[in-house]
Nanobody, 121 residues
Framework: QVQLVESGGGLVQAGGSLRLSCAASERASMGWFRQPPGKERECVAA????????YYADSVKGRFTISRDNAKNTVYLQMNSLKPEDTAVYYCAARAGGRATSSRPNEYNYWGQGTQVTVSS
């Protein structure tokens, strides 16, 4: 059982930045997902167990950066140049069965509680 604790959400103006953190109880391949109101959950970024491979959704490439500190079992999502359409509940997730990256929600076994990110125009 991997436990995940997220932090770092909030309200920011368009063009601003936020950094999300996800502390895990053990090391795993991780992903950040978001779910806007009334829409499906989507993967915005993922990082492999080693940290050597990353994935980004096209909508966030060049603006978001995923990274990890394996000594702390913590994954970060640095979000720059935020847009109103980035408004959503953001979730971190962990894969128990693989070390590679994945953008598929059904390949993640454990989920954080979610943190709200609101970008005002």
């Amino acid at each position: 059982q991997v436990q995940l604790v997220e932090s770092g959400g909030g309200l920011v103006q368009a063009g601003g930045s936020l950094r999300l953190s996800c502390a895990a109880s053990e090391r795993a391949s991780m992903g950040w997902f978001r779910q806007p109101p009334g829409k499906e959950r989507e993967c915005v970024a993922a990082i492999s167990w080693s940290g050597g491979t990353t994935y980004y959704a096209d909508s966030v490439k060049g603006r978001f950066t995923i990274s990890r500190d394996n000594a702390k079992n913590t994954v970060y999502l640095q979000m720059n140049s935020l847009k109103p359409e980035d408004t959503a509940v953001y979730y971190c997730a962990a894969r128990a069965g693989g070390r590679a990256t994945s953008s598929r929600p059904n390949e993640y076994n454990y989920w954080g509680q979610g943190t709200q990110v609101t970008v005002s125009s």
